[in-house]
Every structure is written in C-alpha cells, then in structure tokens.
C-alpha cells in the first residue's frame, strides 16, 4: 500500500545541516526522503554559484516528504525552529546572505495556519523576535548531485554552529 506524502519545505541556513539533522532525527520516523535545493527565488534553474552570489534571491531549503500518519507537520515545523536560530536576519551563525535566511514555504492553506501556530508557540522560547518568513512554496531547483546527503557522504564537511537542537 502506498502511504500518503505530504511536502515540508524549509531553509534554516547552510542546507547540508539542515538536511543531515532532520534526515537523523525522523529517518524511519516519519521522514521519507529530502532533497537541498533552491526555492523562493526569480532566477530559472539556479546553480550553487549563482545562489551563493545572492543575486538569485532563492534560498538553500530542504524539500521534505513526509508520511503524516507518522508525523505531523506541526510537529516539523516546531522541529525546524527547534535546530536553527529563527532570530538571525538573511544569516546562519558565520554564514551570511538572503541565501541563508530563515523560511518556511507552505503548499497550502492549512500548512500556513498550522505554520503561524507553531510559530506564536514557540515565540517566547526565543530572547530576540523570531525573522522566519512564512511565504507561499514556490518553483523548486534540486541542487546538484555532491550536495545530497552532502554530509554522509562528507562527514569532516562544513557544519554551520547553530544547527543543534535547543530544546
């Protein structure tokens, strides 16, 4: 029996992180498969270059399939802001751009209000006002290949210092 997919999509800086820290909490839990790549930009078929120059406007983002049967999206969405920081402004700890803003790009309607939900929520675990821009998913460009499971397959590669769970 084919079970339901839903999408998730997030950016919450460096996207290698971010993949490898959902990816290591919910694979076998409800996660079904990711992929980096860009989204939220105007620039057809971006490469990594191109969006690093921040002339793109796209973000790096994790495109999520999940089972909701398994977990639900609210549950997601407080795991997103749980390893990032939401109060940094188009930055991730030493990485610095529109590229590594904080978002979270909603498929539907109900996804939006569960979204703002979990956001007020989670609003007071936070010292500064959380910047996640909750915006309307949007084309999405796979990254190319050496950037899946970049750190499987790198395991010294770069780790940007603010993905690590908070609470």
């Keep these: 029996t084919m079970s339901i997919r839903e999408k998730a999509t997030f950016a919450a ?41 921040g002339s793109t406007k796209h973000a790096e983002a994790v495109d ?19 390893m990032h920081d939401p ?6 700890g030493p990485d610095r751009g ?3 803003r904080s978002a979270i790009f909603y498929h539907n309607d109900k996804q939006l209000e569960e979204a703002k939900q979990v956001t007020d929520t989670v609003r007071s675990r936070f010292k500064d006002p959380i910047m996640t821009e909750i915006v309307p998913a949007s084309k ?3 990254a ?21 769970l908070r609470w």
């Design 98 to 100: 529109t590229q590594y």
């Design 140 to 142: 999405w460009y796979d």
């Design 13 to 53: 800086g460096c996207f290698w992180g971010v993949e490898k820290v959902f990816v290591k909490h919910y694979k076998n839990k409800g996660i079904l498969q990711t992929r980096v790549g860009y989204t939220g930009g105007d620039a057809p078929n971006p490469n990594y270059q191109q969006v690093c120059s």
């Design 64 to 82: 999520i399939d999940f089972d909701p049967s398994k977990v639900s999206y609210k549950e997601l969405v407080e795991f997103f802001y749980r």
């Design 87 to 92: 109060t940094q402004r188009n930055q991730q």
């Design 144 to 164: 190319e290949e050496y950037h899946q499971m970049y750190l499987d397959k790198n395991p010294h590669g770069y780790e940007c210092p603010t993905h690590f």
